[in-house]
């Protein structure tokens, strides 16, 4: 069982005080918070947001998992418990949002053995039907070589694709989220590519976004708070994440 640090402290001082050890409190493991998720929800048809990622309840939810259409409904439920720390937020929100996504990203490597592509890292503009947009990426993804082949690595690209589940069986079973599909693949120059400082920025704004009482009245991406006041919430915000004074 893993303490933190006041755990500790309150637990030391227990014991210098009344001269006893206090009986720990027990702490659920993942195994024993997942079984009472099951029980809840196995079978329910809710898209339910856990602490295990976003998970599909429907009795055929693994009929869209490439390569897991033959799974049972409990084989299903296992490998989603199985995915828990490999989660791809990003796709996942746009896989479940319905977004449709442009993608850009520099060529890292061809694996000609696998037949694939390597990106070491995809950026994501998306788009919602209510007008609301989202930007995020994920590192290391890797996608079919063949619509790539005249291009080389160090190349930066965008191009337009399907975010698709799909079942990985290297190390164990587990759901994980791609690309498949790609088209509308086009050379860029490397300066469109985001970086570092434009990726926080973004969430940034998102975050800001989502607390400003004008969030509900804003209109296809249009926003009506203060400039002033905006603006200086960026600054503060972006500097604390950076760790700058």
């Known amino acids: 069982m893993i303490m933190n640090h006041y755990e500790e402290g309150i637990n030391a001082m227990w014991e210098e005080v009344e001269g006893k050890k206090p009986e720990s409190i027990h702490q659920p493991s993942d195994k024993e918070r997942w079984k009472e998720f099951v029980e809840e929800y196995s079978h329910s048809g809710y898209l339910v947001q856990s602490e295990f990622g976003t998970i599909d309840t429907t009795d055929d939810a693994m009929k869209d998992v490439a390569g897991g259409e033959n799974l049972s409904y409990e084989e299903y439920l296992q490998v989603l418990f199985n995915s828990r720390n490999i989660i791809r937020h990003c796709f996942e929100y746009c896989y479940y949002s319905n977004a449709w996504c442009d993608f850009k990203g520099r060529i890292s490597r061809f694996d000609k053995k696998k037949g694939k592509v390597i990106f070491n890292c995809i950026y994501v503009s998306g788009g919602l039907m209510d007008g609301d947009c989202y930007e995020g990426k994920e590192d290391h993804v890797w996608m079919d070589m ?21 079942l990985k069986t290297k190390n164990g079973k587990q759901i994980s989220f791609g690309i498949r599909e790609p088209y509308d693949i086009k050379k860029i120059e490397s300066y469109e590519l985001p970086s570092d400082d434009d990726m926080l920025m973004q969430a940034v704004d998102q975050m800001i976004c989502e607390v400003c009482m004008f969030n509900e009245h804003c209109y296809m991406g249009m926003c009506i708070a203060n400039e002033e006041w905006r603006e200086g919430m960026r600054k503060t915000l972006f500097n604390a994440a950076k760790g700058n004074k």
């Open 146 to 166: 063949e619509p790539f082949e005249e291009y080389q690595v160090g190349d930066c690209l965008s191009f337009g694709g399907e975010i698709y589940r799909y």
